[in-house]
């Protein structure tokens, strides 16, 4: 099991930017890829971003694309999320996960990932 901690989150304005923290403790973090979702009031669990073992390849939703980049590092055992030109649609409580299992399941889905951190809050204002 991976515990999960992420920070960063906060009250900002539209246009600002954030930069959202993952730290991992209990599994050797460099074997596995790593994924933020997010979940706004009211909506699904919605994906946003992941990244392999590497930080080689990375992958975005739609809606983020341009906007926000995944990064890892693994000397640190920390994934993080920047997101520029935040918009108040942004608004939501941002997951990261954690997928140690090898298996074909595509990072965009939330049943890829059996780890789970407890959120941190975003909030746009207009």
């Known amino acids: 099991q991976v515990q999960l901690a992420e920070s960063g989150g906060g009250l900002v304005q539209a246009g600002d930017s954030l930069r959202l923290s993952c730290a991992a403790s209990?599994?050797?973090?460099?074997?596995?890829?790593m994924g933020w979702f997010r979940q706004g009031p009211g909506n699904e669990r919605e994906y946003v971003a992941a990244i392999n073992w590497s930080g080689g390849d990375t992958y975005y939703a739609d809606s983020v694309k341009g906007r926000c980049t995944i990064t890892r590092d693994n000397a640190k055992n920390t994934v993080y999320l920047q997101i520029n030109s935040l918009k108040p649609e942004d608004t939501a409580v941002y997951y990261c996960a954690a997928k140690t299992i090898y298996d074909s399941s595509p990072l965009s889905r939330p049943n890829a990932y059996d780890s789970w951190g407890q959120g941190t809050q975003v909030t746009v204002s207009s």
């Open positions: 209990g599994r050797t973090f460099s074997r596995f890829a």
